[in-house]
């Protein structure tokens, strides 16, 4: 089978524990993939390859844990598979720093696969290691460490769906500045300028989804004429990439802390984006975390 159309996708799919590699597998199997977890990759040459003229793709997820686990001896057989003219191998690396997959094993109270009765911070260590050379290897890294769940969702959606019949996907996201940037935002609109609630009595505590909060963005004299300006960019935008064939579209827009402006915000641009004829998900990253005076300041 010379035809690419023909050829069975194989996605290898490895990284460190608790980076999410079973999300990464879930999400794919969501997309018409064959997803089987901990396989042993030295059974993969009888696995794949069909007669079939369009076989289904196929990812195959293992790491560390999985039976006969040897990375120098994965990748040359994976170079042997990567010859066959049946097949179209690719592999994906699901990595995250060191401080933050201790902090979710801490979080979780889930024991590290390689810890063996050491600290998390030791069996991390050990097993960022031993996965070195996959890390150096494979074709394509998602660092999770500043993504939530659904944005790691997003990432393999927009990296691994067949995208030939599906309209773009919008994304409308809220975030605050001073808890760090979004890791994906192709559009991003800073609405610092606005008068903040936080600091407003009895607003502190709401956000840009109540009533109160949002009339007293709204009332802010900047608000009216910026605002106007951003939903017709982003009118003339969207359907210009929309003609260049993008599966996504990420737009966020920030605050401070992430909880008034910005939500108030990205409702309002989600509004606009309906009535154009779009279908945007919003996604509020910071709207439950707790106000905090010292971050407002910055």
């Known amino acids: ?153 997003q990432v393999v959606r927009e990296r691994f769906a067949d995208s030939e019949t599906r309209d773009m996907t919008i994304t409308v996201s809220s975030f605050g500045f001073a808890r760090g940037m979004p890791p994906l935002a192709d559009l991003v609109f800073d609405m610092r300028f606005l008068d903040n609630p936080h600091w407003i009595d009895g607003l502190r505590e709401q956000t840009g989804l109540d009533e109160d909060v949002a009339a007293h963005i709204s009332a802010d004299p900047a608000f009216g004429p910026s605002f106007a300006r951003i939903s017709d960019t982003l009118r003339e935008l969207l359907p210009r990439y929309a003609a260049q064939g993008r599966s996504y579209l990420n737009i966020a827009f920030g605050c401070t802390g992430g909880r008034h402006r910005s939500v108030y915000s990205a409702e309002r641009a989600a509004e606009v984006l309906r009535e154009a004829g779009f279908s945007p998900t919003v996604i509020h990253r910071n709207l439950g975390s707790r106000p905090a005076d010292p971050l407002e300041r910055r």
């Not at 076989?55 to 170079?79: H, L, M, N, Y």
């Not at 401080?99 to 050491?118: K, V």
């Open 1 to 153: 089978m010379s035809d690419d159309s023909q050829k069975q996708r194989v996605l290898l799919v490895t990284g460190l524990s608790g980076a999410g590699k079973s999300t990464a597998l879930q999400v794919l199997e969501d997309l018409g993939w064959e997803a089987i977890d901990n396989f042993p990759i030295r059974l993969l040459s009888g696995l794949v390859g069909t007669e079939s003229d369009h076989p289904a793709p196929i990812a195959i997820g293992f790491d560390s844990r999985t039976r006969g686990f040897v990375p120098s001896e994965t990748i040359d057989q994976c170079k042997l598979l990567s010859q066959r003219d049946d097949i179209e191998l690719m592999t994906l690396f699901i990595d995250c720093s060191t401080a933050e997959l201790e902090r979710r094993y801490n979080e979780t109270r889930r024991p590290h696969p390689m810890a063996r009765g050491r600290p998390v911070a030791g069996g991390i260590a050990a097993e960022r290691e031993l996965l070195e050379p996959l890390r150096r290897w494979a074709d394509s890294v998602i660092d999770t460490t500043g993504f939530s769940t659904n944005q790691l969702q």
